[in-house]
C-alpha cells in the first residue's frame, strides 16, 4: 500500500466518511466496545465504527436487561473509550430513560455525553415515537445514528428477543421510520434482528448507511457485540452471532495454568523477582 493511501485509511472516521463509503460500496465494520484496554486494541486492529453500547448493561454489568444502566455509568464507559480511540468514529448510546420522556431531556442527555465523553455521536432507539428528541438532538449539532427492528430498551413492550417487523404492518412502519430518520437528518441508521430482504430494501431506499446485527449481508455495514464475537457469553447463540475467537476457553486455561504454577510454587521464578 503506497504511503498516501495508508494515510487516507489512517484519518480519523468522520459521519461524512462512512456516507463516502456507503456510496463506494465499501462495507463498514462496527463493534461494540466499553473500556480503555479493549477499545485501544478493536481501534488500532482497524475498526470503522467503535459503539460504546448500552449492552454493557448486560455484558459488564451482567444485567438481564440494557434497561438498568445509567447515564452516568454511560459516560464512564464512553470516557474509558475515548482515551483508546485515535481513528474510528466513536457512538455512544444513549440509555434508556435518558430521551424518551421530553426533547428538553433529550438535549441535556446528549450534550452531558458529548462534553464528558468527548464520543463523535450518538445512537437512540425508535423511530416516530422519538423525532422531537432526535431533531433538537441534531439541532445541537450532535450527530445521531438510529437503531429500529428490535430495539432492546423496549425489550418489556416486545416480551421477547425474536425477529422483529416479520408482518406487514409492522414492515412498513421500519420503513417509514427509516426515511423519517433519514430526512430529519441522522447519519446512519442500526437494523437489528429482522428478516434480510427488509433490511436490504432499507439499505438501498437510503443514502445514508444502514448497518445490520441480524440484518443479513444486503446492508452497508455490520456490528456485533464484542463479547459475543470473542466467545465471552455464555448460552447466547443466536443464529447470526459468528464467533471468532473462543476467549473463554482461552482464559480459563490462563488462569488455571497460573492458579498450578502459585500452588505448585512454580510462579514466580528466579527470573521474576528482584
Ligand atoms: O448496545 C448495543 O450493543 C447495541 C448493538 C447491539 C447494536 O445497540
Not at 473500556?35 to 459488564?60: K, P, Q
Amino acid at each position: 500500500m503506497s504511503v498516501a493511501k495508508r494515510d487516507l485509511e489512517n484519518r480519523k472516521v468522520t459521519t461524512h466518511r462512512l456516507i463516502e463509503m456507503k456510496r463506494r460500496g465499501e462495507k463498514i465494520s462496527m463493534l461494540t466496545a466499553y473500556d480503555y484496554s479493549m477499545a485501544r486494541i478493536i481501534d488500532e486492529a482497524g475498526m470503522d465504527v467503535i459503539l460504546v453500547g448500552d449492552s454493557a448493561s448486560n455484558v459488564m454489568a451482567g444485567n438481564v436487561t440494557t434497561l438498568p444502566i445509567t447515564l452516568d455509568q454511560m459516560i464512564y464507559h464512553g470516557k474509558s473509550v475515548m482515551k483508546a480511540v485515535k481513528r474510528a468514529l466513536v457512538a455512544v448510546d444513549l440509555p434508556f430513560g435518558s430521551y424518551q420522556g421530553n426533547s428538553k431531556e433529550a438535549v441535556a442527555s446528549a450534550i452531558r455525553v458529548m462534553k464528558e465523553t468527548h464520543a463523535d455521536c450518538l445512537k437512540l432507539e425508535g423511530g416516530e415515537e422519538i423525532r422531537d428528541s432526535i431533531v433538537r438532538i441534531l439541532s445541537a449539532g450532535i450527530p445521531v445514528m438510529g437503531h429500529l427492528g428490535l430495539t432492546p430498551q423496549s425489550i418489556n413492550k416486545f416480551g421477547t428477543y425474536t425477529v422483529r417487523a416479520k408482518e406487514e404492518a409492522e414492515a412498513e412502519k421500519l420503513l417509514s421510520d427509516a426515511h423519517m430518520l433519514e430526512e430529519i437528518g441522522c447519519f446512519g441508521v442500526v437494523l437489528e434482528k429482522i428478516p434480510a430482504a427488509l433490511a436490504a430494501q432499507v439499505a438501498s431506499e437510503l443514502t445514508i448507511p444502514v448497518i445490520g446485527i441480524g440484518a443479513g449481508g444486503g446492508v452497508d455495514g455490520q456490528v456485533l457485540v464484542m463479547h459475543d464475537m470473542l466467545g465471552l457469553t455464555q448460552g447466547f447463540s443466536p443464529r447470526f452471532l459468528r464467533r471468532y475467537a473462543d476467549l473463554e476457553n482461552i482464559i480459563t486455561g490462563a488462569v488455571q495454568a497460573y492458579i498450578e504454577d502459585v500452588k505448585t510454587l512454580d510462579f514466580p521464578n528466579e527470573k521474576e523477582q528482584y
